[in-house]
């Protein structure tokens, strides 16, 4: 069975612009969490998306928004991009928002803002 | 607020040497804590999950074990290809959401 996949892997963005990641799911999986890890503040949560519908907000700024298709599949979207925004970009799949489900990561997108 | 510690932050040992990872946590209502290791540059690997004070879980030369308070990862006579970083998280029973800790840097030197 194939695993979280993320597109791109790595982005070279300057400031003030926008971008936009992917995440395919694991087959079968209808929940996709979205993390942003940094060496500062380690992995924090983002958001969490099950049946097309945000269950879940971090304490990220407005700037920072996602979507969830029909097929599982989910993509987020950063705006007005600042320095701060450099991090890696993580996407966890689990088949629902269940007791204790496990998450499973992809590879992660590198995004830096120059 | 849910809050995750884990000690010690960078851990350096001999091939064969074993020893213990620790994650403590505060959490109002656990649903499950995750162990997962990270390699550089690379995303979160699972290995780990622990529902309930007592519970233990073996994985190779890895065990996990939970108390109401903490984990422990005991990493048994450890080889190279076992340094990574290793991530503890805790869900709510409230979220999906996972909080990790700031991770443990494990070096296993031959």
């Known amino acids: 069975k194939a695993g979280v996949t993320q597109t791109p892997r790595y982005l070279i963005k300057t400031r003030g612009q926008q971008v936009t990641l992917s995440c395919s799911p694991i087959s079968g999986h209808r929940s996709v969490s979205w993390y942003q890890q940094t060496p500062g503040q380690g992995l924090q949560f983002l958001f969490e998306?099950?049946?097309?519908?945000?269950?879940n907000k971090g304490n990220f700024p407005g700037r920072f928004s996602g979507r969830q298709f029909s097929n599982s599949r989910s993509e987020m979207n950063v705006s007005t991009l600042e320095l701060g925004d450099s991090a890696l970009y993580l996407c966890a799949s689990s088949t629902g928002p269940g007791v204790g489900e496990t998450q499973y990561f992809g590879p992660g997108t590198r995004l830096l803002v120059l | 607020e849910d809050q995750v510690t884990q000690s010690p932050e960078a851990l350096r040992l001999q091939e064969g040497e074993s020893s213990s990872l620790n994650c403590s946590y505060t959490v109002s209502g656990l649903r499950g804590l995750f162990w997962y290791r990270q390699d550089p540059g690379k995303g979160p690997e699972f290995l780990f999950t622990?529902?309930?004070a007592g519970e233990e879980k073996e994985k190779e030369r890895l065990k996990a074990t939970l108390t109401k308070k903490e984990s422990f990862l005991h990493i048994t006579a450890p080889k190279p290809e076992d340094s990574a970083t290793y991530l503890c998280a805790v869900q709510d029973r409230g979220a999906q959401k996972l909080v990790f800790g700031q991770g443990t840097r494990l070096t296993i030197n031959p």
């Open positions: 998306y099950f049946s097309e519908t945000q269950r």
């Open positions: 622990l529902y309930s």
